[in-house]
């Protein structure tokens, strides 16, 4: 298991050639000049190539919407993905902030990886926004926008701040489904990457393998295989992974009260960087 895995990984990425990789289509819903859309696509297009180191080639084409924001308070105040028919991503963003702050800030990231995965309902939102919000700090270091260390120190910031915005009792997954009562997001959030980090550092030490080449995998074969709930997609990333560890932390982390401990699996990814596919 500990060779077959990655070898059928790499020949899975080798049949995937440069042409077949993600295809953006831009769309303007208000006037923007044409300094500040080259801008723009150059951010997404970004993104899009550090997910694309982590990953490999995305095998998709995907619609980028954008919206104009004024006063926002930052560079990206809002955004949001929807996958009907197509993978559609819209972005709010106020011009008034440089393409320095822009690469600093998290969403683009975050709603790119969104992206990768199938809509899986309201009891799933912990899982995809956890998935995203594991992934952004990473994409952001493949990208050499920041250093594994200021990765790993923005990981201890939102788990912290996560663990300290209630409730408390309620797990995760509970959480999941009234969030949008609480107000709970960033508890949800990152304690969807606790599990998504709980499940990483598994795979490593018993497996030898890494989330992303799981995610790998799951991104070239079964995006559109009628795959809507986290019982399902569970299980797909089980058998791609030839184990158990997405289904055995889902019950160890995000199911338990109160938050999922941490401070062990963020050691260990300190240590432990991804080894990226493509520079």
Request: hydrophobic share 40%; aromatic share 12%; with cysteine.
């Amino acid at each position: 298991m500990r060779s077959v895995i990655p070898l059928l990984l790499s020949i899975t990425l080798a049949g995937f050639s440069a042409s077949l990789a993600a295809r953006p289509f831009w769309h303007w819903q208000d006037n923007f000049s044409t300094h500040d859309k080259a801008e723009l696509k150059s951010w997404v297009l970004r993104a899009s190539d550090g997910l694309a180191a982590l990953l490999g080639p995305l095998p998709f084409d995907y619609h980028v919407f954008f919206h104009l924001s004024r006063n926002a308070g930052e560079p990206v105040p809002w955004a949001n993905t929807m996958k009907r028919g197509t993978r559609d991503v819209h972005f709010h963003v106020d011009m008034n902030y440089s393409m320095s702050e822009f690469e600093q800030d998290w969403t683009a990231p975050h709603e790119i990886t969104h992206l990768v995965f199938p809509y899986l309902g309201d009891s799933g939102r912990w899982f995809a926004e956890g998935i995203a919000s594991y992934f952004q700090y990473q994409v952001m270091y493949a990208n050499n926008i920041i250093s594994w260390e200021e990765a790993i120190r923005r990981y201890d910031e939102r788990f912290r701040k996560a663990r300290a915005q209630g409730p408390t009792n309620l797990s995760i997954v509970e959480l999941s489904e009234v969030v949008s009562k609480t107000g709970s997001y960033v508890r949800m959030y990152w304690g969807g990457a606790a599990y998504f980090m709980d499940i990483d550092q598994q795979l490593h030490e018993k497996h030898d393998l890494r989330l992303h080449d799981v995610i790998s995998l799951f991104m070239q074969c079964c995006y559109g295989n009628g795959i809507s709930s986290v019982k399902q997609i569970t299980a797909k990333l089980n058998k791609l992974s030839n184990s158990t560890v997405f289904t055995d932390s889902l019950q160890s982390t995000v199911s338990k009260k109160p938050f999922p401990e941490t401070q062990v699996s963020l050691s260990w990814l300190a240590k432990n960087p991804p080894e990226l596919k493509q520079e």
